[in-house]
């Protein structure tokens, strides 16, 4: 049987937790945030979902002034289910005025023979922070990737700020492999950080070694890029670059 | 207004002078990474580069031609290109279309964007809108801009590699359906407004970009 | 919003002697000719000398880029800002002959960011002898060779030696050293251009490239002389 849930989070500025809805495999729990001040949210359960067919949401709203940290305790992994319909995750994501989020959660792997549909939509306010990471790994170890479709779409005030959609294996249009988007790589990610004080000043763009670019948005906001051999080079990456950008 | 196929032959043309042969569509900086080596490589980049930017430009350009608000289709480009050095490339090819495209054909829409973005809009809007000036529909915007996305690449490997043009000439040739279905999709999703315009990326050619804008001899633009 | 459709625009026709504000654009001159045969130092000796009375700037398009303006830095024969480098796709014919944008766009760059511009020199990457100029980009050319490339060249001609508003023949001062003969230079040349001048030059010394700036002034004059065509 395939299943929809959709767990809930609204954070408030007096650093409470008004929303914390779990739903199905989706389990939400309250955790000790590392900086006082910070209210933080770790998805628990999503281990072995989505399955094919499965729908799943996560809607996260930040109200104004508040600082929310969300992340995950272990990897999210794809897997084909009983149903020939792709598997489908939405994380929907408002932050309010001089609200912060970071999400920050674990690497999404797409094992071999499994189909979802990822969509990240987020809306921020015009003084509104963010950071927010995104780490794609294309089949578990040794194994070829099932499809993976995934669009990240942010707007700022209203406009557009960055729209991306990737598409990788077998399910995938052609040429996902070659030159122009992956090359052979096994885990791509992304950092962006939105922040207003960008506005006056971004950072300016850099390669990040071979396989990685710090780009300043049209927007204010800097987004990193990467592509890397497997998760933990992947992560290195984006480690570095959180730490220079966004340190908690 | 009948589309006139002969129009779009003018404006496919890589003689058209509006400054592609400069750029490499980031081939050159596959070729410098070993990426792209002989014809097959050739092949899987611009394969995927046709799906992806491909697919994204095709869409900017049937969009303008259907006549949707080039500010909102140029706004949809900026978020849709992460990379500066893009950014920035797009906007001066944009701002060269724009010069040759008045001069083949002159009206108000074209003077009108062109004096809306004096820096350039993002090449595949100002495609569009250049398709609409010469009597051309949104299939055919998409169908040109799909096909700049592997022409160029393919030109620029065959002076990059030293690459046999017949081999480059037979990778677009096995391209051709796939352009086809590229610029039929675009098309089909520029119908739906600006919101339902695709975003294909590729990480790659982002990455890539900004390390070729940083080198200090480079025989491409971007 | 959409854009409103009664605005009208210059700029649209390459060869337009208007910049948008309707003022005379600053004439540009095209330098071509082989590999080596001392493009960048005559751009380079021509700023030094006219630097000083002329309002000027200079586009290169190298072949690999931006090596010619970087030479051109490097000798700070202007401030950086008006010295603008143009990429060619390896094919520098191309940007100064078949696809003129890039250059028209750096031409019109320098001239709204440097402000009037008296004289825009256009110096193209080396390249063969067919490589001309656009008049869509350039109101005027030079063509410039050397002796030490053979004193056969004027003889054999090519569009470049037989069409250049000037012909340079640069490094006479090798002449004597590579048995090159400036005479029979000067002879062939007359025959393959008829009235069309020809310098002989050698920048060893400040004032070598003394020739080639009085027949820049005169093309300079004859240019703010004539009435601004209508638009």
Redesign the interface.
Known sequence: MSLRATARIAADADGSLPVLTSDGPLALRRTRAAVPGWTRVTVVGAMSAPLGGDRLAIETEVRDGARLRVDSAAATLALPGRSPEPAAYELRLRVGGDAVLRWLPEQLVSAHGSDLRVRTDVDLAPTARLVLREEQVLGRHGEPPGTLVSRLAVRRAGAPLLDQELAYGPGASGGWDGAAVLGGHRATGQLLVVDPAYEGAPPTARPLGESAALTPLAGPAVLVTAVAPDALALRRILDAALDELAPE | MTASRSALLVLADG?F????????GGAEAAVKAGRIRDAAGLEAFCRGRLHTTGLTSAGLAAGAALGL???ELDAAADARTPSPALRTAAR?LG???I??A??AW?G??L??????FPRGAHQPVVLGVTARAAGLGPEDAAHCSAYETVGGPAT?VV??LGLDPYQATGVLARLAPEIDEVAARATAAARGGVGALPAASAPLLDITAEQHAAW??????S | ?????????H????ADAHRPDGTRRALRIGLGGPVGSGKTATVAALCRLLRDTLSLAVVTND?????DAEFLLREAVLPPERIQA??????PH??IR?????N??AVEELEDTVGPLDLILVESGGDNLTATFSRGLVDAQIFVIDVAGGDDIPRKGGPGVTTADLLVVNKTDLAPHVGSDLGRMARDAAEQRGDLPVAFTSLRSEEGVGPVADWVRERLAAWTAAPVPAA
């Open positions: 003689r002078p509006a400054g592609g042969h400069a750029h490499s608000d080039p500010y001066r701002r060269q279309l010069r040759a008045r001069a002159p108000p829409e003077d009108a964007l062109a004096a809306a620029a002076r990059l200090p001899v480079r025989l491409f633009a | 919003m959409h854009l409103d459709h009664g605005h009208t625009h700029g649209a026709v390459s072949i690999y880029t931006r090596e143009v990429e060619t796709g390896a094919c191309t940007a078949d696809d003129i944008s890039a028209l766009e």
